[in-house]
């Protein structure tokens, strides 16, 4: 069993991790329990509680609002990263970061591996990025996880949102330009669980299995097939129409692909899951619900 402190822990990817990680001892934040972007905060209740590891699962996430609220994503995103990957490297913690496909500026044409130049298009996608390059400087124990389009039966997501309007409306408008990886929390929250579990097992001892990973769902779609699938799955009535990008007319703009390819951590025995079949999952939760 390992101490396992969880920042973000009522977002929808924390009280997922909760679920996933219960036979561990957890300790949980939020807002309210430790502001990540105080240093001194951070370092005392770190230093007090003495985790063997830290899964950072808080973001500042409101891609648009991000554009005008320049100082607090960058606070959350950047220094909420460093404050933390600091703090474990003291004790020797291990630390996991969660990151984004809003890295990649989308002009590629097949799926990204880890390798790949960032070039990101928003304030958000630049502080994601930012606070990988932080990590990476900081603590040598460490995971970040690129991950993509993140659906959840708890709180706010696509998904969510595609079944309410679903049963609404009689027309939803969904951009059909953008194409990536929808992603389960559950699915995304066992291959954390993995990577820790065997990490503390020392079956990752060398120092090549550190670093930056991609987990997604399997498969790729656009916004409008992830919508249509959505409700079919879910018995909606409305009819799903295409819209381009610049139809939508978002304030940040977004990568046109953002396919994130896997085989890293798959060569570790980390599958991924098509996005149908964890979609189907979380629908079937949402309608017992």
Request: glycine fraction near 6%; include cysteine.
């Amino acid at each position: 069993m390992m101490k396992i402190l969880i920042t973000g822990a009522n977002g929808q990817l924390g009280i997922t991790l909760q679920d996933v990680l219960k036979d561990h001892q957890l300790i949980l934040t939020d807002r309210e329990e430790l502001d990540i972007t105080n240093a001194n905060a951070v370092n005392s209740f770190v230093g007090e509680k003495k985790p063997d590891v830290i899964i950072n699962a808080a973001a500042y996430t409101a891609v648009d609002k991000a554009e005008e609220e320049i100082d607090t994503a960058t606070k959350i995103n950047v220094d909420g990263a460093k404050n933390l990957a600091i703090a474990a490297k003291k004790i020797n913690a291990l630390f996991l970061h969660i990151s984004t496909d809003f890295v990649f500026d989308g002009e590629k044409k097949i799926p990204y591996i880890e390798s790949d130049l960032p070039c990101p298009l928003s304030v958000y996608g630049q502080t994601k990025f930012d606070a990988e390059k932080a990590v990476e400087k900081i603590n040598r124990q460490y995971f970040i996880l690129r991950t993509a389009w993140l659906y959840s039966p708890f709180g706010k997501n696509f998904v969510k949102t595609m079944i309410k309007l679903g049963q609404e409306k009689d027309e939803i408008k969904v951009v059909s330009d953008q194409i990536g990886c929808p992603t389960y929390a559950y699915d995304l929250a066992d291959a954390i669980r993995k990577l820790i579990e065997k990490a503390n097992s020392y079956q990752l001892t060398a120092k090549s299995y550190y670093g930056l990973y991609h987990f997604a769902g399997s498969g790729s779609c656009s916004w409008y097939e992830f919508a249509s699938e959505i409700i079919k799955l879910s018995g909606g009535k409305a009819k799903v129409l295409p819209i381009t990008t610049a139809e939508f007319d978002a304030i940040a703009p977004r990568p046109a692909y953002s396919v994130l390819d896997c085989s890293k951590i798959k060569s570790l025995g980390i599958k991924t899951i098509p996005w149908q079949e964890s979609l189907k999952r979380c629908i079937d939760i949402l309608k017992k619900n």
